[in-house]
């Protein structure tokens, strides 16, 4: 998986273990702040809205756009992670998307967020989704339930860690500050990305990489088409299979309202009055 096509998942060792849990350690990482981050954006909403005088409507669409990117981005993080594997990607997409945040620090207006928050974080974060729980399932077939649970925890843990810390930040820094300060803890991404390691592969004839090195340099037209479609994204498995399209139309579906009470909540709340003392402990 450090370059191109990667090799079927029966090929896999499947060590159910040893450096799995460092990868799973990592993946914890990385979703500790991709969804972390993203639903922590109510405590900026308040923020940017005083300091920008925008109405509801427009900053909402900074969240909407960050959220949308995320999951749209999706099919690409697929591909990239087979054309060049899953650490690359990621590594990269740590750095854009902290890049992201640092620019929105130095933002001028709402429109200049809905680029720097919105679209470079929003497609940086997709990159970095898809690859991390790729590779844990690479790692694992007998524990991979437990393997995806505790990569998952990471996402909760974010939800309970940032709001209160972007909250501090902005209280003691501004939220330009904040922004800056979060564009350099987000490098750590960088650090779980470098943890990625390969998995391990079963040893295979050799016959059949030389065949597969034939059929891409000439050979059958047909089986050359064959392995090339396993660099593409393959989108044959929606018409095959009717319960795997069902499951995608309704998280498509799920996803234009499962992130709405995390970032609408708390600007709410501070909207119709309601007094601090009412309000999250770390709103206060």
Excluded at 3 to 31: E, I
Excluded at 69 to 98: D, N, Q
Excluded at 128 to 142: A, C, E, G
Excluded at 166 to 171: D, F, P, V, W
Aim: a positive charge; charged letters at 15%.
């Amino acid at each position: 998986m450090a370059g191109g096509s990667p090799p079927s998942p029966d090929v896999f060792l499947y060590p159910d273990g040893g450096w799995g849990w460092v990868v799973t350690g990592a993946c914890f990482s990385c979703l500790l702040f991709t969804p972390g981050l993203s639903e922590a954006f109510g405590i900026f909403f308040v923020e940017f809205r005083r300091y920008f005088g925008a109405d509801a409507a427009e900053v909402s669409w900074i969240a909407s756009i960050m959220m949308s990117m995320t999951l749209f981005a999706s099919p690409l993080a697929a591909g990239l992670s087979i054309k060049f594997g899953c650490r690359p990607v990621v590594f990269v997409a740590a750095i854009l998307s902290s890049f992201g945040f640092g620019l929105s620090s130095f933002a001028t207006g709402i429109y200049f967020l809905y680029l720097s928050f919105g679209l470079i974080t929003g497609i940086s974060y997709g990159l970095v989704f898809i690859p991390s729980i790729v590779l844990v399932s690479y790692y694992f077939k007998k524990r991979h339930a437990l393997a995806n649970g505790v990569a998952f925890a990471g996402s909760s843990m974010g939800v309970m860690i940032f709001p209160p810390l972007c909250h501090y930040l902005i209280e003691h820094y501004g939220w330009r500050g904040a922004l800056l300060i979060l564009s350099g803890l987000n490098l750590n991404l960088c650090v779980a990305a470098s943890l990625y390691r390969p998995p391990p592969l079963k040893k295979m004839p050799r016959k059949l990489p030389e065949d597969e090195s034939t059929m891409l340099q000439g050979g059958d037209k047909e089986k050359q088409g064959q392995v090339a479609k396993r660099k593409l994204i393959d989108f044959a498995l929606f018409k095959e299979n009717y319960v795997f399209t069902m499951i995608c139309v309704m998280l498509f579906l799920l996803g234009f309202s499962t992130f709405i009470p995390m970032i609408h909540l708390i600007p709410r709340a501070v909207y119709l009055g309601i007094p601090p003392d009412r309000l999250p402990y770390w709103f206060r």
